[in-house]
């Protein structure tokens, strides 16, 4: 680069400028790709904590649940499940306050 600003080489200063521009116009790219991916990075492990929290949660509560009375086995099955539908046929529907795909995601993360 040096023998081409002296005018020692087959390059002209303006080719050699406008390599280094589109070089770095690359790297100003690349920075932002990495801005936006450290972001990603942050969120997906706000999200990990977040279920592995929920996770041990629930394990807590299973503990709790073998060892404890009539009465707080009914609170910790009221905290659990969000929902209960009959219908006909004996039809029933089950919707917890925590979702499969949590729950499984949690486990792996233990």
Request: charged letters at 25%; aromatic letters at 6%.
């Amino acid at each position: 680069m040096l023998d081409s600003i002296e005018g020692n080489c087959v390059f002209t200063p303006e080719q050699v400028k406008r390599r280094m521009d589109t070089i770095q116009q690359r790297i100003d790219e690349l920075s932002n790709q990495i801005s936006v991916l450290q972001e990603q990075i942050s969120e997906a492990s706000a999200l990990a904590d977040e279920i592995m929290k929920q996770h041990q949660k629930i394990l807590s509560w299973a503990d709790i649940y073998d060892a404890a009375p009539p009465e707080e086995k009914r609170m910790i099955a009221s905290y659990i499940v969000k929902a209960v539908t009959l219908s006909r046929g004996y039809d029933i529907q089950v919707e917890l306050n925590i979702s499969e795909t949590q729950y499984l995601n949690g486990m792996d993360l233990a």
